[in-house]
Antibody, heavy 120, light 110 residues
Framework: EVHLVESGGGLVQPGGSLRLSCVVSGFSFSSHYMHWVRQAPGKGLVCVSR????????TYADSVKGRFTVSRDNANNTLYLQMNSLRADDTAIYYC?????????????WGQGTLVTVSS | QSALTQPPSASGSPGQSVTISCTGTASDVGAYDYVSWYQQHPGKAPKLMIY???NRPSGVPDRFSGSKSGNTASLTVSGLQAEDEADYYC??????????FGGGTKLTVL
């Protein structure tokens, strides 16, 4: 059975940093692109970052470029999101999601999300 | 990286059909057959309902169907049921490997 479990969220002051982790199981992690998607309270979904199989092809939303860094450890089935210079508008639930192997960017499995709150 | 455009709300009575639109541009929805739809109940993670414009993942009822014409994709829910009440989001691949979501549509079953 496929599982994605995020961790690392919490309360952080503006300008601070957090590192999110997403541990996966039940599938071949290295065979899938992975995504971080966030959802601010009461708002819609936004794709924060997308990373290919080996971390050599990465895209970011304009709002996080230069502040967030995505990476993956295929040996340990773990996806990461390093978030620096956090701002109040980064407050959101952060989901990791698996991209299907078929052509496209469809996300067929999602974690339960981890809440990041940026506030003084 | 502008979001795709969805109506904020839609509604229908049990048994009826409702269609939710998702409008993009020639650089995203119009350029690729890579449109997906997600259902999200309150407090839950999104669930994939349609991928590749028209395909249903295993376990998704055939009451859910997708289509696309030009720069607009659509999700149709037929034979509405109470459990279909949720937020629905479209998504599309876009130029430069970006992934765009729509703003979401709250579906109410009357």
């Amino acid at each position: 059975e496929v599982h994605l479990v995020e961790s690392g969220g919490g309360l952080v002051q503006p300008g601070g940093s957090l590192r999110l982790s997403c541990v996966v199981s039940g599938f071949s992690f290295s065979s899938h692109y992975m995504h971080w998607v966030r959802q601010a309270p009461g708002k819609g979904l936004v794709c924060v970052s997308r990373i290919n199989f080996d971390g050599t092809k990465i895209t970011y939303a304009d709002s996080v470029k230069g502040r967030f860094t995505v990476s993956r450890d295929n040996a340990n089935n773990t996806l990461y999101l390093q978030m620096n210079s956090l701002r109040a508008d980064d407050t959101a639930i952060y989901y990791c999601a698996r991209e299907m192997v078929v052509a496209g960017t469809d996300l067929d499995y999602w974690g339960q999300g981890t809440l990041v709150t940026v506030s003084s | 990286q502008s979001a795709l455009t969805q109506p904020p709300s839609a509604s229908g009575s049990p048994g009826q059909s409702v269609t939710i639109s998702c409008t993009g541009t020639a650089s995203d929805v119009g350029a690729y057959d890579y449109v997906s739809w997600y259902q999200q109940h309150p407090g839950k993670a999104p669930k994939l309902m349609i991928y590749g414009v028209i395909n249903r993942p295993s376990g998704v009822p055939d009451r859910f169907s997708g289509s696309k014409s030009g720069n607009t994709a659509s999700l149709t829910v037929s034979g509405l049921q109470a459990e279909d009440e949720a937020d629905y989001y479209c998504s599309s691949y876009a130029d430069s490997s970006n992934v765009l979501f729509g703003g979401g549509t709250k579906l109410t079953v009357l």
